[in-house]
Each structure stands twice: as C-alpha cells, then as structure tokens.
C-alpha cells in the first residue's frame, strides 16, 4: 500500500503520553505495516534497524507492547484496525483486476442519446382552479464522512449497491452511528468491517459474539477513554449499610373496669 487513512485528532488523543521517541517509533511501525502488508515480526531488534530506530529498540518494543497484539501462534504482532483497512484495499484492487480483464467498462454511445423535452405539449394547462401538483421527496444521499477515507466509503458503497440495497438515508445513517457509538469502535472502523465481511449495515450485537477477551478488553480501554461508558461503582461493604431496627410492641388487651 501506498496510501492510507490517518486521522490526526484521534492519533493525538491515544498518543498524547508518548515521549519524541515512541511516537516516531509508531509512526514508523505504522508505515512499515500497510507497506509490506502484513503484521510486524517479533524481532525487536532487526525491526528497530528498519524503521531506523537501533538506538531505540527499548522505544519500539515500548510502543509494539501498548498498541499492537501478540500472536503466539504466528510469532507477530498485529494490529487490527491496519488489517481490516489491508482487507479492504486488497479486495478493491482484486476487483478491478478482474474489471480490467474484462476490458472495463462499456464506453457510451454520444449518438443514442436524445434530448427529452422538460415540457409535455400534449399537457393541459394548470388553471388557477385546478390542485396543484406536489412533487414527493426523494430521499437524499449520505455523502461521505470527514472522518472517512474516501477509499474505504467507496469500497463501501460498492458492496451496497452489489447487495442491491437503497439509497443510505439520513435516517438509516444515523441508526449506523449509534450501532457504531453502541460498539465503541470509530466510523472507519465499523465501515472497514462491513466491506470486509460484505455487510450493507451495521448492528453492535453481531460483533459482540466474535470478539476475543483480548478485543473486547481493547474496546472497553476505548470506550473509557473516548467517554463512552462509565465504570461501575464498587459495592459498599455490607457493615457500611444503615439498618433499621424494628422492635414488637406487645399486644395489650384493655382491661374492662366494672
């Protein structure tokens, strides 16, 4: 890859303790992940010499550790967000391999079109007695978000319209907003994973099954620090709570006097 999405306001936010040195580190580890497209081998020190970092191996292995997750199976460390964009690009190019060999797409004709008149001249005119016509509303397109690449929206548009779904309204897109906040993953994120897995929506419940432990305790660090959900109180020890105590009155029978 030679292009991707970075999204400056959330990288300040996550990377705002990092000394000069980590962050270059991450930057660095960053771009050596979407150019080789593929995760960061756990060689710390062959991998510091890359990023031309071998002074500051401590720095790289710091940021590898906080950032990225460890794959025993396969001795790396991955990172999930750069593998559902990696995804998404590589379906995009596979894609127009296979347009282009089909020879693209069919180039139109200038002499079949024609002009079609605005006016009907068989139509009668609207007198001032007559109900006037109400023209519907056609519901208007989503455009493609700031927060967005334009890469992965089209990529998105793309399996939308290959699963014949409708225009995305501003309805239906604010209903994808608040899955998206219910999920505490970002915008990009969520789209990334709808072109990955050829999903037209987006609904928090059919992510929450297949997370690791390890994803879902990255998600809720997220959600802590973006101000999405709220830790819950500890509960008082049970000698803290005010009892109250309620004593039996004898039931006294009054005495007739005679």
């Not at 208007?140 to 990529?155: E, L």
């Not at 987006?202 to 390890?214: C, D, G, R, Y």
């Not at 049970?238 to 006097?257: A, D, H, M, Q």
Request: with cysteine; proline share 6%.
């Amino acid at each position: 890859m030679h292009y991707y999405p970075f999204h400056v306001g959330d990288y300040i936010h996550d990377t705002a303790h990092l000394s000069n040195e980590e962050d270059l580190a991450f930057r660095r580890l960053l771009d050596l992940y979407y150019t080789q497209e593929k995760p960061i081998p756990n060689k710390t020190h062959e991998v510091a010499r890359r990023i031309r970092m071998a002074k500051h191996e401590g720095a790289v292995q710091t940021v590898l550790e906080e950032f990225f997750m460890f794959d025993m199976a396969n001795d790396c460390w991955f990172h999930k967000r750069c593998d559902e964009t990696i995804s998404a690009y590589q379906a995009k190019v596979e894609r127009n391999r296979t347009v282009g060999k089909l020879g693209g797409r069919p180039k139109s004709n200038p002499q079949e079109t024609q002009t079609v008149p605005k006016t009907n001249p068989n139509q009668e005119p609207i007198t001032n007695n007559q109900e006037p016509i109400i023209k519907k509303k056609k519901a208007t397109s989503v455009a493609c978000p700031p927060d967005v690449g334009i890469q992965v929206w089209d990529d998105w548009m793309t399996v939308r319209k290959g699963k014949g779904a409708k225009t995305l309204t501003q309805t239906g897109w604010t209903k994808f907003l608040n899955q998206v906040d219910k999920a505490g993953w970002t915008i990009e994120q969520a789209i990334s994973h709808c072109c990955m897995k050829n999903w037209v929506s987006f609904e928090a419940a059919w992510i929450e099954q297949k997370l690791t432990n390890s994803e879902k305790r990255q998600n809720q660090m997220a959600q802590l620090t973006r101000g999405l959900s709220i830790p819950k109180p500890k509960p008082q020890p049970f000698w803290t709570k005010s009892t109250t105590i309620v004593e039996e009155i004898p039931n006294v029978e009054s005495k007739r006097l005679l």
